[in-house]
Protein backbone atom coordinates (compact mmCIF):
# COMPACT_ATOMS: atom_id res chain seq x y z
CA UNK A 1 0.00 0.00 0.00
CA UNK A 2 2.65 2.18 1.13
CA UNK A 3 5.05 1.49 -2.46
CA UNK A 4 1.71 2.43 -4.38
CA UNK A 5 1.20 5.45 -2.34
CA UNK A 6 5.11 6.71 -3.37
CA UNK A 7 4.41 5.47 -6.58
CA UNK A 8 1.49 7.79 -6.56
CA UNK A 9 3.22 10.80 -5.88
CA UNK A 10 6.54 10.38 -7.70
CA UNK A 11 4.66 10.72 -11.05
CA UNK A 12 3.34 14.28 -10.26
CA UNK A 13 6.54 15.49 -8.79
CA UNK A 14 8.65 14.17 -11.17
CA UNK A 15 6.49 15.82 -13.88
CA UNK A 16 6.25 19.38 -11.64
CA UNK A 17 10.14 19.38 -11.38
CA UNK A 18 10.52 18.47 -15.40
CA UNK A 19 7.94 21.50 -15.91
CA UNK A 20 10.08 24.01 -13.12
CA UNK A 21 12.90 22.95 -15.39
CA UNK A 22 11.68 23.97 -18.42
CA UNK A 23 10.52 27.20 -17.51
CA UNK A 24 14.22 27.72 -15.78
CA UNK A 25 15.78 26.28 -18.99
CA UNK A 26 13.09 28.77 -21.40
CA UNK A 27 14.12 31.63 -19.43
CA UNK A 28 17.64 31.64 -18.28
CA UNK A 29 19.17 29.56 -20.83
CA UNK A 30 17.22 29.32 -24.10
CA UNK A 31 18.77 31.66 -26.61
CA UNK A 32 18.38 35.13 -25.32
CA UNK A 33 17.89 37.06 -28.91
CA UNK A 34 16.60 34.12 -31.22
CA UNK A 35 19.16 35.59 -33.70
CA UNK A 36 21.64 34.21 -35.79
CA UNK A 37 23.99 36.87 -35.60
CA UNK A 38 25.92 38.35 -32.48
CA UNK A 39 23.90 41.07 -30.87
CA UNK A 40 25.93 44.04 -28.93
CA UNK A 41 24.85 46.22 -26.17
CA UNK A 42 26.51 49.17 -25.59
CA UNK A 43 26.45 50.43 -21.62
CA UNK A 44 27.03 54.02 -21.22
CA UNK A 45 27.93 56.34 -18.48
CA UNK A 46 25.24 57.57 -17.45
CA UNK A 47 23.02 54.46 -17.76
CA UNK A 48 20.72 53.10 -15.12
CA UNK A 49 19.45 49.60 -14.75
CA UNK A 50 15.87 50.58 -16.77
CA UNK A 51 18.03 52.68 -19.26
CA UNK A 52 20.03 48.85 -20.03
CA UNK A 53 16.79 47.17 -20.01
CA UNK A 54 15.49 49.40 -22.25
CA UNK A 55 18.68 48.41 -24.84
CA UNK A 56 18.58 44.97 -24.14
CA UNK A 57 14.65 45.61 -25.38
CA UNK A 58 15.86 46.34 -28.80
CA UNK A 59 17.95 42.69 -29.23
CA UNK A 60 16.52 40.52 -26.73
CA UNK A 61 13.27 38.05 -27.11
CA UNK A 62 10.57 39.05 -24.46
CA UNK A 63 11.17 35.29 -22.24
CA UNK A 64 15.01 36.63 -22.11
CA UNK A 65 14.56 40.04 -21.12
CA UNK A 66 12.08 38.68 -18.58
CA UNK A 67 14.93 36.54 -17.18
CA UNK A 68 17.63 39.38 -17.50
CA UNK A 69 15.44 41.64 -15.33
CA UNK A 70 15.07 38.96 -13.12
CA UNK A 71 18.48 38.49 -12.12
CA UNK A 72 19.27 41.69 -12.66
CA UNK A 73 16.69 42.91 -9.92
CA UNK A 74 17.61 39.24 -7.40
CA UNK A 75 21.69 40.12 -7.59
CA UNK A 76 21.65 44.16 -7.27
CA UNK A 77 22.38 45.15 -10.79
CA UNK A 78 21.85 48.36 -10.31
CA UNK A 79 24.39 48.76 -7.94
CA UNK A 80 26.90 46.93 -10.55
CA UNK A 81 26.64 48.63 -13.47
CA UNK A 82 29.51 48.46 -15.64
CA UNK A 83 29.81 50.83 -18.91
CA UNK A 84 30.95 48.51 -21.86
CA UNK A 85 30.86 46.99 -25.21
CA UNK A 86 28.68 43.30 -24.37
CA UNK A 87 28.04 41.08 -27.18
CA UNK A 88 25.40 38.76 -26.64
CA UNK A 89 25.89 35.38 -28.89
CA UNK A 90 22.90 33.58 -30.42
CA UNK A 91 23.78 30.68 -28.30
CA UNK A 92 23.70 33.21 -24.90
CA UNK A 93 20.69 32.64 -22.61
CA UNK A 94 19.75 35.65 -20.39
CA UNK A 95 22.06 34.05 -17.48
CA UNK A 96 25.40 34.05 -19.47
CA UNK A 97 24.31 37.73 -20.49
CA UNK A 98 23.80 38.90 -17.51
CA UNK A 99 26.87 37.37 -15.61
CA UNK A 100 28.53 39.28 -18.39
CA UNK A 101 26.89 42.72 -17.98
CA UNK A 102 27.11 42.58 -14.64
CA UNK A 103 30.65 41.82 -14.32
CA UNK A 104 31.72 44.06 -16.76
CA UNK A 105 33.00 41.12 -19.43
CA UNK A 106 32.56 43.66 -22.44
CA UNK A 107 34.27 42.39 -25.98
CA UNK A 108 36.88 44.64 -27.60
CA UNK A 109 35.57 46.06 -31.05
CA UNK A 110 37.72 46.21 -33.78
CA UNK A 111 39.12 50.07 -34.46
CA UNK A 112 40.75 51.39 -37.45
CA UNK A 113 42.26 54.55 -37.39
CA UNK A 114 41.63 56.51 -40.57
CA UNK A 115 44.78 58.53 -42.55
CA UNK A 116 42.15 61.94 -41.36
CA UNK A 117 43.36 65.27 -42.63
CA UNK A 118 42.19 66.83 -39.37
CA UNK A 119 42.28 66.68 -35.93
CA UNK A 120 38.92 67.68 -35.67
CA UNK A 121 38.18 64.72 -38.45
CA UNK A 122 40.59 62.26 -36.41
CA UNK A 123 38.61 63.04 -33.62
CA UNK A 124 35.26 62.74 -34.67
CA UNK A 125 35.73 58.91 -36.42
CA UNK A 126 36.94 57.91 -33.21
CA UNK A 127 34.31 59.49 -31.41
CA UNK A 128 31.88 57.60 -33.18
CA UNK A 129 33.42 54.36 -32.49
CA UNK A 130 34.27 54.77 -28.82
CA UNK A 131 32.40 55.74 -25.86
CA UNK A 132 34.69 59.00 -25.54
CA UNK A 133 33.37 62.59 -27.02
CA UNK A 134 34.90 63.46 -29.92
CA UNK A 135 35.66 67.25 -28.19
CA UNK A 136 36.90 65.17 -25.26
CA UNK A 137 39.65 63.70 -27.92
CA UNK A 138 39.94 66.62 -30.09
CA UNK A 139 41.29 68.48 -27.06
CA UNK A 140 43.80 66.03 -25.54
CA UNK A 141 45.29 65.98 -28.99
CA UNK A 142 46.50 70.05 -29.09
CA UNK A 143 46.37 70.35 -25.40
CA UNK A 144 50.06 70.94 -24.78
CA UNK A 145 50.33 69.38 -21.20
CA UNK A 146 49.41 66.02 -22.85
CA UNK A 147 51.84 66.40 -25.69
CA UNK A 148 54.64 66.48 -23.81
CA UNK A 149 53.63 63.17 -21.68
CA UNK A 150 53.92 61.90 -24.72
CA UNK A 151 57.26 63.79 -25.86
CA UNK A 152 55.86 65.00 -29.10
CA UNK A 153 53.73 68.24 -29.95
CA UNK A 154 50.49 69.34 -30.40
CA UNK A 155 51.93 69.39 -34.48
CA UNK A 156 52.84 66.04 -34.35
CA UNK A 157 50.68 64.41 -32.05
CA UNK A 158 48.95 62.51 -34.89
CA UNK A 159 52.31 60.24 -35.40
CA UNK A 160 51.64 58.29 -32.79
CA UNK A 161 48.54 56.99 -34.72
CA UNK A 162 49.67 54.12 -36.87
CA UNK A 163 46.46 53.90 -39.43
CA UNK A 164 45.86 49.70 -38.52
CA UNK A 165 43.38 47.86 -37.31
CA UNK A 166 43.16 47.36 -33.60
CA UNK A 167 41.16 45.48 -30.77
CA UNK A 168 40.28 48.10 -27.86
CA UNK A 169 37.55 48.03 -25.31
CA UNK A 170 34.97 50.52 -26.30
CA UNK A 171 34.68 52.12 -22.67
CA UNK A 172 38.71 53.31 -22.54
CA UNK A 173 39.79 56.65 -21.65
CA UNK A 174 41.15 59.05 -23.24
CA UNK A 175 44.60 58.44 -21.52
CA UNK A 176 43.99 54.87 -22.15
CA UNK A 177 43.58 55.34 -26.12
CA UNK A 178 46.27 57.54 -26.10
CA UNK A 179 48.32 55.06 -24.39
CA UNK A 180 47.62 52.02 -26.53
CA UNK A 181 48.77 54.40 -29.56
CA UNK A 182 51.75 54.66 -27.60
CA UNK A 183 52.95 50.92 -27.92
CA UNK A 184 51.26 50.61 -31.20
CA UNK A 185 53.44 53.27 -32.62
CA UNK A 186 56.48 51.85 -30.85
CA UNK A 187 55.68 48.53 -32.14
CA UNK A 188 55.82 49.91 -35.42
CA UNK A 189 58.86 51.59 -35.02
CA UNK A 190 60.92 48.33 -34.81
CA UNK A 191 64.75 48.57 -35.03
CA UNK A 192 64.53 47.86 -39.16
CA UNK A 193 62.63 51.47 -39.65
CA UNK A 194 64.22 52.91 -37.10
CA UNK A 195 68.05 52.16 -38.59
CA UNK A 196 66.23 53.22 -41.83
CA UNK A 197 64.97 56.43 -40.62
CA UNK A 198 68.46 57.44 -39.06
CA UNK A 199 70.32 56.42 -42.04
CA UNK A 200 68.22 59.21 -44.06
CA UNK A 201 69.14 61.87 -41.04
CA UNK A 202 65.12 62.14 -40.51
CA UNK A 203 63.69 61.65 -37.02
CA UNK A 204 60.15 59.07 -37.17
CA UNK A 205 58.12 62.02 -37.03
CA UNK A 206 59.71 63.86 -40.15
CA UNK A 207 59.38 60.14 -41.82
CA UNK A 208 55.96 60.66 -41.27
CA UNK A 209 55.67 64.40 -42.28
CA UNK A 210 57.00 63.35 -45.61
CA UNK A 211 55.20 60.27 -46.04
CA UNK A 212 51.77 62.80 -45.44
CA UNK A 213 52.79 65.22 -48.00
CA UNK A 214 53.21 61.84 -50.56
CA UNK A 215 50.27 60.13 -49.53
CA UNK A 216 48.59 63.82 -50.67
CA UNK A 217 50.44 63.94 -54.01
CA UNK A 218 49.33 60.41 -55.17
CA UNK A 219 46.95 57.53 -54.40
CA UNK A 220 49.57 55.47 -56.79
CA UNK A 221 51.11 53.66 -54.25
CA UNK A 222 53.82 52.02 -56.71
CA UNK A 223 55.23 55.96 -57.36
CA UNK A 224 55.56 56.70 -53.85
CA UNK A 225 59.16 55.93 -53.44
CA UNK A 226 60.13 57.67 -56.52
CA UNK A 227 58.26 60.55 -54.77
CA UNK A 228 60.16 60.51 -51.78
CA UNK A 229 62.98 60.31 -53.20
CA UNK A 230 62.15 63.61 -55.11
CA UNK A 231 61.55 65.37 -52.00
CA UNK A 232 64.57 64.12 -49.95
CA UNK A 233 66.85 65.55 -52.68
CA UNK A 234 65.22 68.94 -52.16
CA UNK A 235 65.54 68.24 -48.33
CA UNK A 236 69.41 67.66 -48.64
CA UNK A 237 70.41 70.78 -51.11
CA UNK A 238 67.75 73.35 -49.33
CA UNK A 239 65.43 73.67 -51.53
CA UNK A 240 61.88 74.48 -50.83
CA UNK A 241 59.43 71.20 -51.25
CA UNK A 242 56.87 73.60 -53.03
CA UNK A 243 54.72 70.82 -52.29
CA UNK A 244 50.99 71.98 -53.46
CA UNK A 245 49.23 69.62 -50.57
CA UNK A 246 50.68 71.86 -47.72
CA UNK A 247 49.36 75.01 -49.31
CA UNK A 248 46.28 73.66 -48.73
CA UNK A 249 46.49 72.34 -45.86
CA UNK A 250 47.71 75.81 -45.18
CA UNK A 251 44.18 77.50 -46.61
CA UNK A 252 42.59 74.75 -44.67
CA UNK A 253 40.84 73.72 -47.71
CA UNK A 254 41.96 70.08 -49.77
CA UNK A 255 38.94 70.72 -52.05
CA UNK A 256 41.12 73.09 -54.11
CA UNK A 257 41.89 71.26 -57.35
CA UNK A 258 44.27 73.91 -58.91
CA UNK A 259 47.17 76.19 -57.22
CA UNK A 260 47.17 79.98 -58.32
CA UNK A 261 50.02 82.23 -57.47
CA UNK A 262 47.87 84.10 -54.98
CA UNK A 263 47.69 81.33 -53.19
CA UNK A 264 51.17 80.90 -52.65
CA UNK A 265 51.32 83.68 -50.29
CA UNK A 266 49.32 82.33 -47.16
CA UNK A 267 51.85 83.02 -44.54
CA UNK A 268 51.44 79.55 -42.51
CA UNK A 269 54.86 77.67 -41.51
CA UNK A 270 53.04 74.57 -43.86
CA UNK A 271 53.42 76.39 -46.67
CA UNK A 272 56.66 75.04 -47.98
CA UNK A 273 56.30 77.70 -50.94
CA UNK A 274 57.23 80.30 -48.11
CA UNK A 275 59.28 78.08 -46.11
CA UNK A 276 62.53 75.27 -46.42
CA UNK A 277 62.50 72.00 -44.83
CA UNK A 278 59.66 70.04 -43.38
CA UNK A 279 56.46 71.70 -42.46
CA UNK A 280 56.59 71.22 -38.61
CA UNK A 281 53.71 67.98 -38.97
CA UNK A 282 51.93 65.80 -40.79
CA UNK A 283 48.95 67.14 -43.18
CA UNK A 284 47.41 64.19 -42.42
CA UNK A 285 47.70 60.88 -40.87
CA UNK A 286 50.10 59.07 -43.48
CA UNK A 287 49.43 55.25 -45.01
CA UNK A 288 51.68 52.46 -43.50
CA UNK A 289 52.72 52.22 -47.46
CA UNK A 290 53.67 56.15 -47.69
CA UNK A 291 56.08 55.80 -44.44
CA UNK A 292 57.52 52.37 -45.47
CA UNK A 293 58.11 54.63 -49.30
CA UNK A 294 60.39 56.98 -47.31
CA UNK A 295 62.25 54.83 -45.72
CA UNK A 296 62.71 53.00 -48.87
CA UNK A 297 62.44 55.92 -51.44
CA UNK A 298 63.85 55.25 -54.80
CA UNK A 299 67.29 57.15 -55.37
CA UNK A 300 67.38 59.13 -58.43
CA UNK A 301 68.59 63.16 -59.44
CA UNK A 302 65.13 64.68 -59.89
CA UNK A 303 64.44 67.77 -58.25
CA UNK A 304 61.17 68.73 -60.04
CA UNK A 305 57.65 66.56 -60.99
CA UNK A 306 54.39 67.30 -62.04
CA UNK A 307 51.30 65.67 -62.51
CA UNK A 308 50.76 64.10 -65.81
CA UNK A 309 48.73 65.68 -68.67
CA UNK A 310 46.88 62.37 -69.41
CA UNK A 311 44.91 62.39 -65.74
CA UNK A 312 46.33 58.99 -65.04
CA UNK A 313 47.07 60.16 -61.21
CA UNK A 314 51.24 59.80 -61.80
CA UNK A 315 53.26 62.18 -62.38
CA UNK A 316 56.20 62.80 -64.81
CA UNK A 317 59.73 63.97 -63.49
CA UNK A 318 62.57 65.99 -64.47
CA UNK A 319 65.87 66.84 -63.59
CA UNK A 320 66.30 70.75 -64.85
CA UNK A 321 63.87 73.84 -63.56
CA UNK A 322 63.44 74.04 -68.20
CA UNK A 323 62.66 70.52 -68.16
CA UNK A 324 59.66 70.93 -65.47
CA UNK A 325 58.79 74.30 -67.47
CA UNK A 326 57.70 72.39 -70.17
CA UNK A 327 55.90 69.26 -68.28
CA UNK A 328 54.06 71.83 -65.95
CA UNK A 329 52.87 74.04 -69.69
CA UNK A 330 51.40 70.72 -70.75
CA UNK A 331 49.86 69.99 -67.32
CA UNK A 332 48.45 73.72 -66.98
CA UNK A 333 46.51 73.35 -70.72
CA UNK A 334 45.06 69.71 -70.35
CA UNK A 335 43.71 71.85 -67.12
CA UNK A 336 42.73 74.59 -69.14
CA UNK A 337 41.01 72.33 -71.56
CA UNK A 338 39.17 70.42 -69.13
CA UNK A 339 37.57 73.93 -67.79
CA UNK A 340 39.58 72.59 -64.24
CA UNK A 341 39.96 76.09 -61.98
Known amino acids: MKKNQS?????????????????????????????????????????????????????????????????????????????????????????TAFRHVKNGMQTPLNLTI???????????????????????????????????????????????????????????????????????????WNDDRKAKARALGLSQEE????????????A?????????????????TDMPLQADPTVKFALGDFSIRRIYNKMLAVDSPYNTYRNTGLPPGPIRIPSVVAIDAVLNMKRHDYLYMCANEDFSGTHVFAKTYEEHLKNAARYSAALNKRGIK
Open 7 to 95: RHYAYPITVGLLVIAGIVYYFLFSSMTGKDDTQYVYVDRDDTMDSVFHKLERVSTAHGLFGFRTLARHFGYEDHIHTGRYAIEPSDGAL
Open 114 to 188: PTARTVDRLAAVLGGKLMIDSAEIAEALVNEGTCRRYGLTKETMVCMFIPETYDIYWNTSVKGLLDRMQRESARF
Open 207 to 218: VMTMASIIDEET
Open 220 to 236: NNGEKPMIAGMYYNRLK
